[in-house]
């Protein structure tokens, strides 16, 4: 019967290895000490400052031609155009972003740029005491060009509701 049990033990870690070696081995997600977080951190806000302003060109700016934007109560848009024509007419005056503080996640891609993970707040100014703010998950996708410049060129903003512990 000993044996069994210490046969079994041994299995259960055998099998147990193979996940904390991939966790030790897995990237952290980028701390607000490193240039490519501060890089993302300052994209995310410049993106949001002009959303929030409604500096069109500002915010045109920052996006890529082929822009995908993917929202789980609004469904797809695609392309530029569409999506700074959607912020126009139904952002603008309207509604305001905010980056859940502590929320940002920041992780690179190879070859390609960085992928910004985070929860995002919505609010509705004038209307703060009589409507919810909302919140949502969101997950973007940078590009770095060649020029150094970078774009935005995926966007998902899911689990819209109302914000958790306002």
Same mark, same amino acid.
């Given at each position: 019967?000993?044996?069994?049990g210490?046969r079994? +033990?041994?299995?259960? +870690?055998?099998?147990?290895?193979?996940?904390?070696i991939?966790a030790?081995?897995?990237?952290?997600?980028t701390s607000?000490?490193d240039?490519l977080?501060?890089?993302?951190s300052?994209?995310?806000?410049?993106?949001?400052d002009?959303? !929030?302003?409604c500096d069109?060109?500002?915010?045109?700016?920052?996006?890529?031609?082929?822009?995908e934007?993917?929202?789980?109560?609004?469904?797809?848009?695609?392309?530029?155009?569409?999506?700074?024509?959607?912020?126009k !007419? !139904?952002?603008?005056g309207k509604?305001?972003?905010? +980056?859940?503080?502590?929320t940002?996640?920041?992780?690179?891609?190879?070859?390609y740029?960085?992928v910004?993970?985070?929860?995002?707040?919505?609010h509705h100014?004038?209307?703060?005491?009589?409507?919810?703010?909302?919140?949502a998950k969101?997950f973007q996708?940078?590009?770095?060009?060649? !020029?150094?410049?970078?774009?935005?060129?995926r966007?998902?903003s899911?689990?819209?509701?109302?914000?958790?512990?306002?």
């Amino acid at each position: 019967m000993a044996k069994i049990g210490l046969r079994l +033990l041994a299995f259960v +870690l055998f099998l147990s290895l193979p996940s904390a070696i991939y966790a030790q081995s897995k990237p952290p997600a980028t701390s607000s000490e490193d240039a490519l977080f501060k890089t993302v951190s300052a994209l995310d806000h410049d993106l949001f400052d002009a959303y !929030n302003r409604c500096d069109l060109k500002k915010f045109e700016s920052l996006l890529a031609a082929d822009l995908e934007f993917y929202h789980d109560l609004g469904g797809f848009s695609r392309g530029v155009k569409t999506v700074v024509d959607g912020v126009k !007419n !139904n952002i603008c005056g309207k509604v305001t972003r905010e +980056l859940v503080p502590g929320t940002l996640e920041v992780y690179p891609i190879a070859n390609y740029g960085a992928v910004e993970i985070g929860v995002h707040r919505f609010h509705h100014p004038g209307h703060e005491d009589t409507e919810k703010v909302g919140e949502a998950k969101f997950f973007q996708l940078w590009h770095k060009e060649e !020029n150094g410049g970078w774009k935005l060129t995926r966007v998902f903003s899911f689990d819209h509701g109302p914000a958790k512990g306002r």
